[in-house]
């Protein structure tokens, strides 16, 4: 998988992030009062899929999930939500190359508000920065995405393994959803395409921790 120079989708990003929103602020507010909340107020959840990052002499550069915060990107190790609370999740992913799935399943959206995910990428976004906010016009919201256009997914998992959230993340694409986790504990979770390492892909990215899985700690 290699690292995109993408101009367009970088320049979105930095305007996203500058305006102290998330794409999920626009196109997600009549889906979020279908579904009750604990909270008020959304929880913003921004992650970032980059590639090029050194793993170890032997493995070389692998792909990895980071957690964009109020000071810049931190491991995704240990991801900390609210429970009962409205997640607004954006995926930035600047990574084109595409992988295999675990299984078909995974090229479904499953656990989000509709069992649906919307996503931008470099063929169909044409921003504009407003006064008072950003303007995207051309996305896809869909209940699945073509395993052949799919880079990663952010997949959440139960403690006997099945699928609390997946959300399938097209090839440099920035990705929102909205889910709701309405329970406590910590949750293993996962990306289902092999992009690591290792004869399968499975090993290195796949199997560390603040790179291709960690943990979803949801708590009140």
Known sequence: MKITDNITLIVTVALVVAAGMGIGF??????ANNHPSGSSSA???NLVITTNNFFNNATGDQPAFYVLGSNGLVSSANISIPAFTQIDLTIFNYDN???????????NVTGTVGNTETYFNNTLMNSTDATSSININGSITTHNVNPALIAHTFTILNSQGGTIVNIPVPVNSIVHAVFYINQTGSFTWQCEVSCGSGPTGW????????????????TL
Do not use: E
Request: aromatic share 14%; net charge negative; no cysteine.
């Open 26 to 31: 626009m196109v997600t507010n009549s889906a």
């Open 97 to 107: 190359g595409n992988g295999s799935l675990y299984s078909p399943q995974y090229a």
């Open 203 to 218: 090993d290195g990215a796949m199997a560390t921790p603040g790179w291709m899985t960690g943990f979803v700690n949801v």
């Open 43 to 45: 929880y913003d959840l």
